[in-house]
């Protein structure tokens, strides 16, 4: 019985949307739409998709071929004027060769004005036309009057050329959408693949229908003498195609929320994508995509601008004779080669895995270049000098994860040499990157390495190693809390990349400001940094200081805390729930030891209880010891995360961690007068 | 055979070029003072501006930049502004290395042509013309020229031979030529402590300055024009878009905006004004009827960036502002003015410079500021109207628009008027509450907080931020309280006062530090300033302090049974010149206590050997404020 109910229950929720499954008509907007305060299902919402509508179909024409035309309709509610900000819009065109376009651009606002509805059409001089760019323009405008309970909608047609490209369908916004119907029709002669995003799956269905594609073109008139006239004649002509159809039909789909720590928050959004994989021309004679990560990369390496360029040796020959001569190991050759490269070509911030048309050799006459022309460079190089080197492409962070095997889901590329080890990683844009240790914009996801003969494979980006900070502290303390001393702070791995990236550009002075600031205000005297440059090594902070108010002194009695200036005051994990992974671009660890003489006359009169705790699975640790000897404390503090990155449902027990590890830290040691210095 | 000759001559030609050095541009030509503090230096700025009518005009430019490390490269950046109304003709640049040596004739497609807009703006007509180099090596120096033609002599650039931080200037050289049917006005700023030479003659000014070192930025220093030298210029004819003008002081120059840039703009339906005849039927005083039209306004408009219109200056007709329910500044203070005017209150438009304070200069008629806001004179104090905020109350200043001269127009000229400055007592944070703290350290709070004058805007936003954004600023504003647990945040912002009262409260385990039998407590809970300013070692500028304030704290605190005070600190009171700070802690009874704290800034210039007693006085305060009292567990408990 309690099955039959389960099943009917099942049906019934099944069927019920399909009760009000009204066609919802652009410029009909319902009175309860209008008079809605607040969206039910996220009362934080300022605003709220209340429906998005998007058909993407084929069009053929005579002359300019196939065009893909899309249309959009979207109805936004608008709450309250932090919500206004939704009802402007930047449509952006891509003008490169062929012109994306934008027709039709309908839009009105919606407002009650008593018991009446009242609509306020956006004029055609209200829509503003912006050259962005030399590539990009774009159609700009904001709806009118708007008010608190406006609702606003839009629709329009984007023709273009472009028509291999299908964007990506986006299903999810920084503020909710309460409906969203998408609708893609491609006619068979393209294949179209298509994923959903991993993180929030959205349901696409697929259905085949037949379709007649009418066209116009015209051809040239024959005049009666044989010749050609000037005039020309009008054809009508039609194909009739198979249809594949992909509908998206989903509903209230949550909010996108930015959280701290996180690689890049497109990773998470809902969407679908699709790519071309096959293209049957008039011809007959299909033409293949790439369809797996193998072909893909095959696909790249074939490229004038990638492969190709790895074959141009003459310009550097001359200079890696000199740069190698005299080095036997391979060891030896890579860190030169290495350190050629990085002080040779600049990176001008461009990530590109492709080399612009002028290749290679310009970038190494001008000394500037993007990403691939600076590591297919180093790869060359290698190469030529005798070392198994190969091109790795890697998509960025901000670039994301792709979801599909496709040439853009790669934006960069570095250099990687496989040994008996494993594989080494060179990144040559980075002044302070180093073996296996590169940049965080290149800590993405996964790489995929090219051989010669286009086999490939994935390779590991992150560091094995630990981004790690080492602080060894020794004070002598006087009778009132005043510390002087000396600290000694290593880096290394990710932790020294960044410190060299932020620090070195730093004149002396500045540093000194700035390490003061970021250790409490410390006062320091001297001050020496070795291995500034040296990015196989550690850098390393020697610092002598003195600091005043280190500890409450109440009574004969002093209350020092144990790691003193050092002790970490606040949780950075404040949010009670995650969604997403938090990120840390690598495994990391900090360790603290701290020596602390007491001042004369003094005796330990209790201290802080050990603590050792970690969290499951090895994921993380904490452990504190405070030791004392005679006239000293002693303290030994460990830190470690043994993840790059951390699923959401470990951040209860990450925050725990920390907000253990806090705690313990704000515990003091006292300090109790027995005698006269 | 030909091939070989080809590609001889192309090495010789390759060949030459790489001997091209010019010794004047390698850095061993640089005195060393110039490169102390220096992340680049200005080798030579030539302006070459040549004013051939009121409505042509020509600026030269060439610049050669030496730049030193990385932090400079943008001192190297060729940036270029142009519109629809000016074109840039002859561009180019070179780069050479540290010797001199060309390295690099940047070719014309690097240089990068886009939309000034930055942000989303409905429709932008500035455009920039840009290159930015990537250097191999440092140092390198370039150079470079440009030409632009313009017709707006309205805007004649500045000379400003030192521009901004850690820049040092070998030698800046202006020349500004002009015809005999125009009289140039101008004004010479903070020339005191520099050699200026001046070459000026007939039709001609001209400025010199050579060998300027460069100045360190230190924080909490004056707005950088307000000490470096520059010297501002006005012709008594100009052209502005299409537009002429001729002024020779403020109320000419008024007059001139007046009746070319907003007059006839105030146009309004007649629905609209009999909407706003309603609206203020039966009220008499014209500043509550000001009250009433502002919040109309308010809940009918919203900011949107829009630069069009005569070089940016002509408002939008109030017709299209109240058809859209949108306009930039200008805009919605036009519409502001003629809703006003529909409501028979008189208003004026105002220019002022908005954000960082700066005066408009007011001894020179001239075009100036970024922003525009709205005067309605009153028999009482006058009423400065923010049109582009809608959650602002009606008069209320903060600090992006208070306390600095503003040119108001007026259909009889312009004149110079000060807005709205808050005294320090003014600036107020009244904070009064309570919290108990339990046996095992835990702490459970309420705390009220209100927010006056600059305080309030510091504030006033947190009640439209959502749920979660909320309990995330709470968490952070309580910062020195670990596992803070949010359990009710109350918000409200008083629209006819400007006071913005906070109730929040919350609990947090662990608050209380146990060291055996003994518990710390800070006895400050809900404010404790961590502002200490940085230590700088031989400070240059002046300090100041731009705004000063009083934050008063009175707070009761129950503490745990079965605890006793062991120790807890006395009344403390600290007086210096820049403020006063005093804390003190009644006892009430046993198990109570009464926690007071008044913190006092006065806002002021004083000079730079002053900072490092702020810098003490600020460290005494985050001492202090960090007092706590121990408690010992009874014995027999």
Redesign the interface.
């Known amino acids: 019985m309690k099955i039959k109910i389960a099943l009917l229950l099942f049906t019934l929720l099944f069927t019920l949307p399909n009760v009000d499954a009204q066609e919802v008509k652009f410029g009909k907007v319902s009175k309860k739409e209008l008079e809605e305060k607040f969206y039910p299902q996220d009362t934080s919402a300022n605003a709220v998709i209340l429906y998005k509508k998007q058909r993407t179909y084929f069009d053929y024409d005579g002359t300019e071929g196939w065009i893909l035309r899309t249309e959009v309709h979207t109805r936004v509610k608008l709450y309250n004027k932090d919500g206004f900000g939704f009802a402007s819009n930047k449509i952006r065109l891509y003008t490169s060769g062929g012109k994306d376009e934008v027709v039709n651009i309908k839009a009105y606002t919606h407002n009650l004005n008593g018991n009446k509805i009242v609509k306020t059409k956006l004029e055609r001089k209200d829509v503003f036309r912006e050259e962005t760019s030399k590539n990009w323009n774009s159609k700009n405008f904001t709806m009118p009057n708007l008010k608190n309970g406006s609702v606003v909608e839009w629709k329009y047609t984007i023709s273009s050329p472009y028509f291999w490209n299908i964007d990506d369908v986006i299903c999810q916004y920084k503020i909710p959408i309460k409906e969203l119907k998408v609708k893609l029709q491609i006619p068979e002669r393209f294949t179209f693949k298509y994923l959903p995003s991993i993180y929030f799956p959205v349901k696409v269905n697929t259905s085949m229908i037949s379709k007649t594609y009418n066209f116009n073109y015209r051809t040239p008139e024959k005049s009666g003498k044989g010749g050609i006239s000037a005039k020309t004649v009008s054809h009508n002509g039609n194909m009739k195609l198979m249809e594949n159809i992909y509908t998206i039909n989903e509903k209230n789909i949550p909010a996108l929320k930015e959280e701290p720590y996180i690689d890049n928050i497109n990773n998470y959004r809902a969407m679908v994508d699709f790519e071309i994989s096959a293209y049957i021309p008039r011809t007959g004679i299909p033409e293949y995509f790439n369809t797996t990560w193998e072909d893909v990369t095959k696909k790249i390496y074939e490229s004038t601008y990638f492969g190709v360029q790895l074959d141009k040796k003459s310009h550097f020959k001359e200079d890696l004779e000199n740069i190698i001569n005299g080095l036997t190991s391979q060891n030896e050759k890579i860190t030169a080669i290495y350190n050629f490269v990085k002080s040779k070509i600049k990176w001008n911030e461009v990530n590109r895995k492709y080399t612009s048309k002028d290749g290679i050799k310009k970038a190494y006459k001008e000394g500037v270049g993007n990403v691939a022309e600076i590591n297919l460079t180093l790869v060359a190089m290698l190469k030529e000098a005798g070392i198994t080197a190969n091109p790795v492409l890697v998509s960025t962070r901000n670039h994301g994860i792709p979801l599909f095997p496709t040439s853009d889901g790669f934006n960069y590329v570095i250099a990687g040499i496989e040994n008996n080890n494993g594989v080494i990683l060179l990144d040559a844009t980075e002044k302070y990157s180093s073996a296996n240790n590169l940049p965080l914009r290149a800590l993405n996801w996964k790489g995929r390495l090219i051989r010669e003969h286009g086999s490939s494979t994935t390779v590991d980006l992150y560091p094995k190693s630990y981004s790690a900070k080492n602080v060894k502290l020794s004070v002598k303390l006087d009778e009132e809390g005043t510390i002087e001393g000396l600290m000694n702070t290593s880096y290394s791995n990710l932790r020294a990349l960044e410190y060299r990236d932020t620090y070195n550009v730093l004149s002396e002075d500045e540093l000194i400001s700035k390490l003061e600031e970021k250790n409490s205000g410390i006062e320091i005297e001297k001050f020496r940094i070795n291995n500034k440059t040296e990015v196989a090594k550690p850098i390393v902070e020697f610092l002598f200081f003195s600091k005043e108010n280190n500890a409450d002194i109440i009574g004969n009695k002093i209350y020092l805390s144990p790691l003193l200036f050092l002790t970490t005051k606040e949780n950075s994990f404040k949010q009670e729930e995650r969604l997403y992974p938090v990120d840390f671009g690598s495994a990391w660890k900090k360790d603290f030891t701290v020596a602390i003489q007491i001042p004369e006359g003094y005796t330990v009169e209790s201290k802080p209880e050990d603590l050792a705790v970690s969290m499951p699975e090895n994921l993380g640790s904490f452990v504190i010891k405070t030791t004392v000897t005679n006239k000293k404390i002693n303290v030994l503090m460990q830190t470690k995360i043994n993840v790059a990155k951390l699923g959401p449902n470990y951040y209860q027990d990450l925050k725990e961690l920390f907000k253990q590890a806090i705690e313990k830290q704000q515990e003091k040691i006292i300090l109790v007068k027995t005698s006269q210095p | 055979m030909k091939k070989i000759i080809l590609s001889l001559s192309s090495i010789l030609l390759s060949f030459f070029s790489v001997f091209s050095q010019d010794l004047e541009l390698s850095v061993l030509s640089i005195p060393d003072s110039l490169k102390e503090?220096a992340n680049a230096i200005i080798r030579l700025e030539d302006t070459k501006i040549d004013i051939s009518s009121s409505s042509k005009m020509t600026i030269h430019k060439t610049m050669i930049v030496t730049v030193f490390?990385?932090?400079g490269d943008s001192d190297g950046y060729i940036t270029m502004y142009y519109d629809d109304h000016s074109k840039i003709k002859n561009y180019s640049a070179l780069i050479y290395n540290s010797l001199g040596v060309e390295i690099?004739k940047v070719k014309n497609k690097e240089f990068?042509?886009?939309?000034a807009?930055n942000g989303?703006?409905?429709?932008?007509d500035n455009r920039v013309l840009y290159y930015r180099h990537?250097?191999?090596?440092y140092p390198y120096t370039i150079k470079y020229e440009y030409e632009i033609n313009t017709p707006n002599t309205a805007f004649i650039p500045k000379w400003i031979p030192i521009n901004g931080f850690n820049e040092s200037t070998q030698k800046s050289k202006y020349t500004l030529t002009y015809p005999d049917d125009i009289a140039i006005n101008f004004r010479e700023y903070n020339f005191d402590d520099y050699c200026i030479e001046n070459n000026s003659s007939e039709n001609t000014l001209s400025y010199t300055l050579k060998n300027a070192k460069a100045i360190?930025y230190e924080n909490r220093s004056p707005f950088y024009l307000d000490f470096e030298p520059y010297v501002q210029f006005a012709a008594n004819k100009f052209h502005l878009a299409g537009v002429d003008g001729k002024a020779e002081n403020w109320t000419e120059f008024g007059n001139w905006m007046y009746q070319n840039l907003l007059k006839g703009r105030d146009e309004l339906p007649e629905a609209t004004k009999v909407e706003i005849k309603n609206l203020i039927n039966g009220i008499d005083d014209p500043i509550e009827r000001a009250r009433l039209v502002y919040d109309y306004m308010q809940?009918?408009t919203?900011y949107?960036s829009i630069q069009i219109g005569i070089g940016g200056w002509k408002p939008m007709l109030a017709d299209d502002v109240d058809?859209?329910?949108?306009g930039d500044c200008k805009a919605l203070t036009n519409y502001t003015q003629s809703l006003l005017k529909a409501a028979d209150v008189h208003s004026y438009y105002t220019i002022i410079y908005a954000d960082t304070k700066r005066n408009i200069n007011n001894d020179l008629a001239s075009i100036q500021g970024n922003h525009a806001i709205l005067m309605v004179p009153s028999q009482k104090d006058t009423v400065w109207l923010e049109c582009t905020n809608?959650?602002v109350p009606f008069g209320y200043l903060g600090n992006f628009t208070d306390d600095r001269d503003v040119l108001v127009v007026t259909p009889e000229g312009g004149k110079i008027l000060h807005t709205k400055s808050y005294s320090d007592t003014e600036n107020k944070q009244l904070i009064t509450g309570e919290y108990s703290i339990d046996i095992n350290g835990n702490i459970s709070a309420k705390a009220k907080i209100e927010s006056y004058g600059v305080q309030y805007d510091d504030n006033y936003s947190i009640a439209?931020m959502?749920?979660?954004d909320k309990?995330?600023y709470y968490?952070?504003f309580f910062?020195?309280i670990?596992?803070?647990n949010i359990e009710g945040i109350t918000v409200k912002s008083d629209d006819k006062t400007a006071v913005f009262t906070e109730d929040i409260s919350f609990n947090a385990?662990?608050y209380g530090?146990?060291?055996?039998d003994?518990m710390?407590v800070r006895i400050n809970a809900f404010n404790v300033n961590d502002n200490?300013p940085?230590?700088?070692?031989n400070r240059k500028l002046p300090l100041e302090i731009k705004y000063g304030y009083l934050d008063k704290d009175e707070v009761i605190i129950n503490l745990p049974e079965k605890f006793q005070i062991?120790?807890?600190?006395n009344e403390k009171t600290v007086e210096t010149k820049f403020g006063t700070y005093k804390i003190s802690i009644e006892k009430i009874s046993e198990q109570q206590l009464k926690y007071s704290r008044k913190l006092l800034i006065k806002h002021g210039n004083y000079t730079a050997n002053d900072y490092d007693d702020y810098r003490k006085f600020r460290?005494k305060i985050n001492?202090l404020d960090?007092?706590?009292i121990?408690l010992v567990r009874n014995k027999n408990s």
């Open positions: 503090n490390n990385k932090k690099k990068k042509d886009i939309s807009a989303f703006s409905l429709y932008e990537v250097p191999q090596s360190k809940k009918k919203r949107i058809r859209l329910g949108y809608q959650k439209d959502d749920p979660k309990e995330t968490k952070e910062k020195n670990n596992n803070l385990g662990n530090v146990f060291s055996g003994r710390l200490v940085k230590r700088i070692r062991e120790a807890m600190a460290k001492q960090n007092s706590k121990v």
